[in-house]
């Protein structure tokens, strides 16, 4: 049996009651059978002790097991040592890429108070720069937080998918324009195509006649509509009433979209057609979104709803603009996606390196760009596929860890790519020599940056990569 609590609590407690003994490493060690050095790293949170070891310690010194395993600091250093640990392991502090200082016995409490000061102003001042709207951010914060914890898949909304689906004759593959308006007319509603639908709205539904109005299409009866169709369709499947607070907003919003594309690409036939590409080392999301009729992206996503409940596949899906913000991510893998000091995602700038901005930089944008990519949490495979909208240029990125690219078609490509981030060393800051000769000599004018949950990037001027600015200035001013 092991334990399970925080290590680095319950190493500080261990070495404060042997302390107050007036016992040391060596001593404790002789009368539980433990070598000083395994002692060491059970009271510096580097060894998880078995039960039984754990029991002999506390026998030792005269208490409980309970009283080392209560989870909070034994005494003011201990506090300090443990606050000053985990604000150094936090994102904010990495971005910085400054040494981490490891508390000695010799470092004054006064010192450890002053780093924890620093660390907190450091947040503060983070957390004042977001120019979002709060309440906003800590809901979608919540909302990917609790679909991480049950890898992207709603079991309750497949079934409701399935169980509809069923309802109108679907036999299998993708579903027909044709289904999708049976479906309607079984809840008692009729799809009707208008021009002049609000601005704001995707499509509004008429309660009182029964009525779903849509936007019409280039395409009849392609994705689009069919997808606009069926989230309408869901508020009404899934008795929603009109959200309370922002969080409920995007939960709603969340609900509709995933029973929108459990529609699409049914849970049995997708899972079936995904589990022999993966059986032929085949999986690729260009195949799945062909077999279902869908747009890239939504079958980039709908594959993060399957992967891991029925392949047993950990991933992580992006979407990346071309001025490289992150617009939308997931994750189970552990990939490091950038935050803010609150968390947030959306908006925040994906390294340089990742195959999801490198893709831009290729002639061939056709099919899918394949790429290794070394991160300080381990090597990933991605498939990255671009696209352009009105509003500029997108890429769409699904990637596992090494080991899992073995399923994957492209997992034989050579191309290799190194990330430090979130160290601003790796791709944040500009090179010494054009920080030296642009750094009092530029003057960007930043775009208004189009995404609502996003924050300003930081740097001399708000809006502005900095860097980017300064290699754009040098290569022309080298050209003229």
Not at 81 to 101: D, F, K
Not at 170 to 188: F, P, W
Not at 314 to 334: I, P
Request: net charge negative.
């Amino acid at each position: 049996m092991t334990i399970t609590v925080d290590l680095a609590t319950l190493g500080h407690r261990i070495r404060h009651f042997r302390t107050a003994r007036g016992l040391t490493l060596g001593a404790l060690g002789a009368q539980v059978g433990a070598a000083p050095s395994q002692l060491s790293l059970i009271e510096n949170g580097k060894r998880e002790p078995r039960l039984s070891l754990l029991t002999d310690i506390a026998a030792r010194l005269g208490i409980e097991v309970a009283d080392l395993l209560v989870d909070e600091a034994p005494d003011r250093r201990s506090r300090l040592e443990l606050e000053v640990a985990r604000l150094q392991a936090g994102q904010l502090y990495a971005s910085l890429g400054l040494p981490t200082v490891k508390p000695t016995s010799g470092t004054p409490d006064e010192t450890l108070a002053a780093l924890v000061g620093l660390h907190e102003e450091l947040q503060r001042r983070a957390r004042l720069a977001i120019a979002t709207p709060e309440e906003a951010r800590r809901a979608n914060n919540q909302l990917r937080d609790v679909l991480q914890a049950e890898n992207n898949y709603l079991g309750f909304i497949e079934d409701l998918a399935e169980e509809t689906v069923a309802k109108t004759g679907h036999t299998g593959g993708a579903l027909t324009h044709r289904e999708v308006t049976v479906m309607a007319e079984q809840l008692g509603f009729k799809l009707v195509y208008v021009d002049d639908l609000p601005h704001s709205a995707r499509s509004v539904t008429d309660l009182a006649n029964g009525r779903i109005y849509l936007p019409p299409a280039s395409i009849p009866g392609g994705h689009g509509l069919r997808s606009m169709a069926l989230q309408a369709m869901a508020h009404r499947l899934l008795g929603h009433e009109r959200p309370d607070d922002y969080a409920d907003f995007l939960r709603q919003r969340l609900e509709i979209n995933y029973f929108a594309a459990a529609c699409l690409m049914p849970q049995r036939d997708a899972v079936a057609f995904l589990q022999r590409a993966k059986a032929d080392r085949d999986l690729s999301i260009e195949d799945f979104r062909d077999s279902f009729g869908t747009t890239h992206e939504s079958a980039a996503l709908r594959f993060t709803n399957l992967a891991t409940q029925h392949l047993g596949i950990r991933m992580h899906f992006l979407r990346v603009g071309d001025d490289g913000a992150l617009q939308k991510g997931y994750e189970n893998d552990g990939l490091p996606l950038p935050t803010d000091a609150t968390g947030a995602i959306e908006g925040q700038l994906v390294c340089r390196n990742w195959s999801a901005r490198t893709a831009f930089t290729h002639t061939n944008r056709t099919t899918e760009f394949y790429q290794y990519t070394d991160t300080p949490a381990g090597t990933f495979w991605c498939a990255t596929q671009t696209g352009s909208t009105d509003s500029g240029g997108f890429s769409i990125t699904v990637g596992v860890p090494f080991d899992e690219a073995k399923w994957f078609r492209g997992r034989e490509t050579t191309v290799r790519a190194v990330s430090r981030c979130p160290d601003e060393s790796c791709c944040r800051r500009p090179a010494a020599d054009l920080e030296a000769r642009w750094g009092g000599n530029a003057w960007p004018s930043a775009r208004l940056h189009a995404h609502i949950l996003a924050p300003l990037p930081s740097g001399s001027f708000p809006g502005v990569d900095d860097s980017e600015v300064y290699a754009f200035l040098d290569q022309h001013a080298t050209s003229d």
